[in-house]
């Protein structure tokens, strides 16, 4: 009776063996009238942990918007007219060409509307912009009862190298994005909108030669507006761009002085 029922057991556990040999290890050991069944189950606990992982998980998306990175641009002084006629107030006609306007912005976020193909773009950067005077205009630094507006008198003894008005501000945009293909790299895109700032300092730096290789940096208002607001435009691909903007507001107080708005244009290369 003992040896039926060790008969079949080893039936049993041999056709078990049978049937699990495709996904175990078995190795099999006969001492006398006993076999001795060894199965590797190892297989089985790494089937288990695979199982355990989900296996169509759905990962967030990051929606690739064209803001961070750094715009390299010009800015020219635009009257209400949009030309550089400012009449008695000729120091505001500015030197567009060294008039410079670097943009470093550092921080972006999109959100869909249409997918990656349509969405709002906000962010944060700052704007380091430089205003250049022409024929040796100086501007003047305001005590508080004399009013905010620019004031400049024409220094004619002395030729200056270096002449700008220099201010940075803290800004965040609010753009609406068309991309033309999911992958950022290879997307055309345009966007449109508005771009806030404040201003975080400001400072007055002029150069003159007159032997001493002279060099002057005064802190001050200089009748610039605390906050901007500029109309923008965006366009390019890839990595590469164009952008240009136009100041919604004038870039001094109008107290005294006629209308000076900023119009400025540049590249830009994004990151």
């Known amino acids: 009776m003992k040896k039926t029922a060790i008969v079949l057991c080893m039936v049993s556990l041999h056709a078990f063996s049978q049937k699990e040999e495709t996904k175990r290890d078995t190795t099999r050991m006969n001492m006398g009238k006993v076999e001795i069944i060894l199965i590797d189950h190892s297989d089985e606990a790494e089937m288990d942990t ?4 989900p296996g169509d998980s759905k990962e967030d998306k ?4 064209h803001w961070a990175g750094l715009d390299m641009g010009f800015l020219m002084l635009m009257n209400d007219q949009f030309n550089q006629d400012f009449g008695t107030s000729d120091y505001l006609k500015n030197d567009i060409g060294k008039s410079m306007v670097w943009n470093l912005n550092v921080f972006e976020h999109k959100f869909p509307i249409a997918k990656e193909y349509l969405g709002i773009t906000t962010g944060l950067g700052f704007s380091f ?3 250049a005077f022409r024929n040796n205009y100086v501007p003047t630094v305001q ?3 004399e009013g905010a507006d620019l004031v400049a008198y024409q220094d004619t ?8 008005l220099k201010a940075t501000y803290l800004t965040v945009p609010l753009l609406l994005e068309f991309n033309s293909n999911a992958d950022a790299d290879k997307s055309f895109y345009v966007a449109a909108g508005i771009v806030g700032g404040v201003k975080i300092a400001s400072r007055y730096k002029r150069a003159y030669d007159d032997g001493k290789n002279v060099v002057s940096v005064q802190k001050g208002q200089f009748g610039l507006q605390t906050f901007r607001l500029d109309g923008t435009v965006r366009i390019g691909y890839g990595s590469w761009g164009a952008f240009a903007s136009y100041g919604l507001l004038p870039l001094f107080y109008t107290t005294n002085n006629p209308q000076a708005n900023p119009l400025i244009f540049g ?3 994004n990151f």
């Open 129 to 131: 912009t430089q205003v």
């Open 267 to 269: 590249l830009t290369l």
């Open 62 to 65: 990051e929606f690739e918007a």
């Open 143 to 145: 005590i508080a009862d």
């Open 157 to 164: 003894l002395l030729n200056y190298t270096k002449n700008k």
């Open 50 to 53: 695979i199982d355990a992982a």
